[in-house]
T-cell receptor, first 114, second 109 residues
């Protein structure tokens, strides 16, 4: 199994540009999570999906952030327009089952907004 | 909102020492997770537990539901155990993880 796949691994962009992060969960997993990690705030849940449906997006910082999961094998997190304070590592994780299941993390995307 | 606290924030020990990292939370949970984040940034799930104790190799995790407290123990610590250890909890009724701030462990040869 390839594990959770994220792309790109690194992204450097200028303020105001659109950024799209991509995630492919582990095959067969039906829950997908987007997290953000910064030095100041640690790990934070942004949004999670179950069976491709967004369940809780209360962690999404503001309207500049949006996430989609068009099918069971692909999800995107988009930031438009990007700002320097969005610089962080963004992790995607997936799990199987409804509750209390181990989450498997992708390698993360390190985003730098100049 | 569940408050998750870890202690200590930083821990340096000599190779071979027995290590204990603590985690406490404020509201009843459905499960508690211990994660390991390597210096390169990758995150690995070590344990998920809702009661009692789990053991994997040199790692042991315990949880006391009544006291809302969990501990992660490492026996015969090794420099490769150097990492940030993160406690996280899931609340009843959903899969959201609430994270502690992490404990940075450094094992000196």
């Amino acid at each position: 199994d390839a594990g959770v796949i994220q792309s790109p691994r690194h992204e450097v962009t200028e303020m105001g540009q659109e950024v799209t992060l991509r995630c492919k969960p582990i095959s067969g997993h039906n829950s997908l999570f987007w997290y953000r990690q910064t030095m100041m705030r640690g790990l934070e849940l942004l949004i999670y999906f179950n069976n491709n449906v967004p369940i809780d997006d209360s962690g999404m910082p503001e309207d500049r952030f949006s996430a989609k999961m068009p099918n069971a094998s692909f999800s995107t997190l988009k930031i438009q327009p990007s700002e320097p304070r969005d610089s962080a590592v963004y992790f995607c994780a997936s799990s199987y089952g409804v509750l209390q299941e181990t989450q498997y993390f992708g390698p993360g995307t390190r985003l730098l907004v100049l | 909102k569940n408050e998750v606290e870890q202690s200590p924030q930083n821990l340096t020990a000599q190779e071979g020492e027995f290590i204990t990292i603590n985690c406490s939370y404020s509201v009843g949970i459905s499960a508690l997770h211990w994660l390991q984040q390597h210096p390169g940034g990758g995150i690995v799930s070590l344990f998920m537990l809702s009661s009692g104790k789990k053991k994997h190799g040199r790692l042991i995790a315990t949880i006391n539901i009544q006291e809302k407290h969990s501990s992660l123990h490492i026996t015969a610590s090794h420099p490769r155990d150097s990492a940030v250890y993160i406690c996280a909890v899931t609340n009843f009724g959903n899969e959201k993880l609430t994270f502690g701030t992490g404990t940075r462990l450094t094992i000196i040869p």
